[in-house]
């Protein structure tokens, strides 16, 4: 059973850092395709990053264009721990963060999904 567990989220004033970490279990997580998606108040869910596979240690990091310069996704496999190091965090930024597993070629979903964690951001 494919279990994430999201951490990190909380208020910050905008200009501000937030590191988010995703727990996995119950997957190969050092061939998993995982990542990032968020959600805002009344919008739909959307693609922030994604770090890939590509084989014999190396792997593919993808962002959205409003991530891009500000987050960084890294993986630590020995901890079978996911991050989003987040910077110059906007208000626009608002949104709960969720971890995903099996990101699709489309990256408008996923096979499995955290539970979210909040990150508000003041202006």
């Known amino acids: 059973q494919v279990q994430l567990v999201e951490s990190g989220g909380e208020l910050v004033q905008a200009g501000g850092s937030l590191r988010l970490s995703c727990a996995a279990s119950g997957l190969t997580f050092s061939t998993a395709n995982i990542g990032w998606f968020r959600q805002a108040p009344g919008q739909e869910r959307e693609f922030v990053a994604s770090h890939r596979y590509t084989g014999i240690n190396n792997y593919y990091a993808d962002y959205a264009d409003s991530a891009k310069g500000r987050f960084t996704i890294s993986r630590d496999n020995a901890k079978k721990t996911l991050y989003l190091q987040m910077n110059s965090l906007r208000p626009e930024d608002t949104a709960v963060y969720y971890c995903?597993?099996?990101?699709?070629?489309?990256?408008?979903?996923?096979?499995?999904w955290g539970q979210g964690t909040q990150v508000t951001v003041s202006s």
């Open positions: 995903a597993a099996r990101i699709s070629g489309s990256k408008m979903g996923a096979d499995y």
